[in-house]
């Protein structure tokens, strides 16, 4: 009996669904998306560090500029608490999930596995609107930021004045048609791009801290500032403790961490089950990675608060969205500062590459599983474009303000982090450990908060 064949799938459609298991092939068997080959059998702790650095160091682009318009003055102060609530809470927890998560899949799925059925189900549901504000967020703000790095450039200010929402659109336009095309995550290329714009901050930072010292009067003149304001103390930790959640932007590094583990070298005797030696590499990306944006968040806003004008932290203000690169201008010149603006523009444009190659990672393994998505989900191409026009539609709600879009961004990252202090919580708990239990517990409770 002759058998009917399959027309080939227009040239179109099978480029958009590349990487389906089953195009033009019979649908009875439930849908498995392609496996990928591996891209390279693991890179050194820091290297992969740098690759997860794109996301979390870019954020000095404009976490202290936000900081200050939610703190003010107490800005430093308010920071150090962050960085205090960064190393005793965040730290402990995802060194925590990166021993019961070796392979990447973060706290969302330790959830899954650790609750009930419909528990884990509903829960991971939640979480997963949460993490693609985070990821989109991140998208967009980064792209709005960059925008902002562009249009105040004082080279490109005249010809670029208004056009900041345009050229937000374009640059997320870019990052879509780059994923369409095809993107490999370089990690090389994130090592280059975090070794130069650290460097460039370190520069920053240093001749900031130099005009500090030398301008004897900034430091008593905001000291006697924030005491006429604030009063005692006590008091500045209580209105620090309630900008806190503003400021969170600070934390966002973490499950992108987590995420890059499979891209980390382990021990030559690893295995799937217990691969030892990426955990403690994991770990060692982790603490250093913390480590470092520690030191240049407690410095940025204390040169950035001291030095800058408060009034041109506000929204039309020459340091609103680029506080660093307003100083960066301002003492070491525009030929610097132009540089500087190169790197950061640079650097949060990959920022927006590693949450797009987060989303692609996340979305399509949950939500076609749980029957919340169609079959073709599952392939890239069509993912990018619709993760593409949200962030166009995200870029025109809030007109490429970076300020704005910080609230929904401290959202996500404060909701993930404290999925993963109660699935690390739970995890000790079934495993007898009550000290961790308690201490676990005690963090969840304060990103609850």
């Not at 064949?5 to 033009?24: F, I, K, N, V």
């Not at 995550?185 to 500090?212: C, K, P, R």
């Not at 103390?233 to 403790?241: C, I």
């Given at each position: 009996?002759?058998?009917?064949?399959?027309?080939?799938p227009?040239?179109?459609?099978a480029?958009?669904?590349?990487?389906?298991?089953?195009m033009?092939?019979?649908?009875?068997?439930?849908?498995?998306?392609?496996?990928p080959?591996?891209?390279?059998?693991?890179q050194?702790?820091?290297?992969?560090?740098?690759?997860?650095?794109?996301?979390?160091f870019?954020?000095?682009?404009?976490?202290?500029?936000?900081?200050?318009?939610?703190?003010?003055?107490?800005?430093?102060?308010?920071?150090?608490?962050?960085?205090?609530?960064?190393?005793?809470?965040?730290l402990?927890?995802?060194?925590?999930?990166?021993?019961?998560?070796?392979h990447?899949?973060?706290s969302?799925?330790?959830?899954?596995?650790?609750?009930?059925?419909?528990?884990?189900?509903?829960?991971?549901?939640?979480?997963?609107g949460?993490?693609?504000?985070?990821?989109?967020?991140?998208?967009?703000?980064?792209a709005?930021?960059?925008?902002?790095h562009?249009?105040?450039?004082?080279?490109?200010?005249?010809?670029?004045?208004?056009?900041?929402?345009?050229?937000?659109?374009?640059?997320?336009?870019?990052?879509?048609?780059?994923?369409?095309?095809g993107?490999?995550?370089?990690?090389?290329?994130?090592v280059?791009?975090?070794?130069?714009?650290?460097?460039?901050?370190?520069?920053?930072?240093?001749?900031?801290?130099?005009?500090?010292?030398?301008?004897?009067?900034?430091?008593?003149?905001?000291?006697?500032?924030?005491t006429?304001?604030?009063?005692?103390?006590?008091?500045m930790?209580?209105?620090?403790?309630?900008?806190?959640?503003?400021?969170?932007?600070g934390?966002?590094?973490?499950?992108?961490?987590?995420?890059?583990?499979p891209?980390?070298?382990?021990?030559?005797?690893?295995t799937?089950?217990?691969?030892?030696?990426?955990i403690?590499?994991?770990?060692?990306?982790?603490?250093?990675?913390?480590?470092?944006?520690?030191?240049?968040?407690?410095?940025?806003?204390?040169?950035?608060?001291?030095?800058?004008?408060?009034?041109?932290?506000?929204?039309?203000?020459?340091?609103n969205g680029?506080?660093?690169?307003?100083?960066?201008?301002?003492?070491?010149?525009?030929?610097?500062?132009t540089?500087?603006?190169?790197s950061?523009?640079a650097?949060?444009?990959?920022?927006?590459?590693?949450?797009?190659?987060?989303?692609?990672?996340?979305?399509?393994?949950?939500?076609?599983?749980?029957?919340?998505?169609?079959?073709?989900?599952r392939?890239?191409?069509?993912?990018?474009?619709?993760?593409?026009?949200?962030?166009?539609?995200?870029?025109?709600?809030?007109?490429?303000?970076?300020?704005?879009?910080?609230?929904?961004?401290?959202?996500g990252?404060?909701?993930?982090?404290?999925?993963?202090?109660?699935?690390?919580?739970i995890?000790?708990?079934?495993?007898?450990?009550?000290?961790w239990?308690?201490?676990?517990?005690?963090?969840?409770?304060?990103?609850?908060?």
């Amino acid at each position: 009996m002759a058998t009917t064949e399959h027309p080939p799938p227009p040239r179109l459609r099978a480029w958009m669904l590349a990487g389906l298991s089953d195009m033009g092939k019979s649908r009875q068997a439930a849908p498995q998306p392609a496996k990928p080959e591996p891209a390279h059998k693991g890179q050194r702790w820091w290297r992969v560090m740098c690759l997860t650095g794109v996301d979390y160091f870019s954020t000095l682009g404009y976490q202290p500029g936000i900081a200050a318009l939610a703190a003010g003055l107490l800005s430093p102060v308010a920071t150090i608490v962050l960085v205090v609530v960064t190393l005793a809470g965040a730290l402990p927890v995802y060194r925590r999930v990166a021993e019961e998560s070796p392979h990447g899949e973060g706290s969302i799925a330790m959830l899954e596995r650790l609750l009930t059925f419909w528990k884990g189900k509903l829960f991971v549901l939640t979480l997963l609107g949460f993490a693609a504000t985070d990821f989109l967020i991140t998208i967009t703000l980064s792209a709005a930021d960059a925008s902002t790095h562009l249009v105040e450039n004082p080279h490109l200010a005249d010809a670029l004045h208004g056009k900041q929402v345009l050229i937000t659109l374009v640059l997320v336009a870019l990052l879509g048609a780059v994923f369409l095309k095809g993107f490999l995550e370089a990690i090389g290329v994130a090592v280059v791009l975090v070794g130069l714009y650290l460097t460039l901050n370190v520069v920053v930072v240093v001749t900031g801290l130099w005009h500090v010292v030398t301008e004897g009067h900034v430091i008593s003149d905001w000291s006697t500032a924030l005491t006429a304001e604030h009063g005692n103390v006590f008091a500045m930790v209580g209105v620090a403790l309630l900008v806190f959640p503003k400021l969170a932007l600070g934390l966002s590094g973490f499950e992108t961490g987590v995420a890059v583990m499979p891209h980390v070298k382990g021990d030559p005797g690893d295995t799937e089950e217990n691969p030892r030696g990426r955990i403690r590499g994991t770990k060692k990306l982790l603490t250093t990675a913390a480590l470092i944006m520690s030191v240049f968040l407690i410095a940025t806003s204390f040169i950035t608060t001291l030095l800058i004008p408060e009034k041109e932290f506000e929204s039309g203000g020459k340091a609103n969205g680029r506080a660093l690169a307003y100083l960066a201008h301002e003492y070491l010149g525009n030929a610097f500062g132009t540089v500087y603006d190169v790197s950061t523009i640079a650097i949060l444009w990959f920022a927006g590459a590693s949450a797009m190659a987060g989303l692609l990672n996340l979305m399509p393994r949950y939500l076609p599983r749980y029957g919340m998505a169609p079959h073709w989900a599952r392939a890239v191409r069509p993912m990018v474009i619709v993760f593409t026009l949200i962030g166009f539609l995200v870029t025109w709600i809030f007109d490429a303000d970076v300020d704005a879009q910080g609230g929904a961004y401290a959202t996500g990252v404060l909701v993930l982090i404290s999925s993963a202090a109660i699935a690390v919580t739970i995890a000790a708990r079934k495993a007898g450990q009550r000290g961790w239990t308690i201490g676990f517990a005690v963090i969840s409770v304060v990103f609850l908060y």
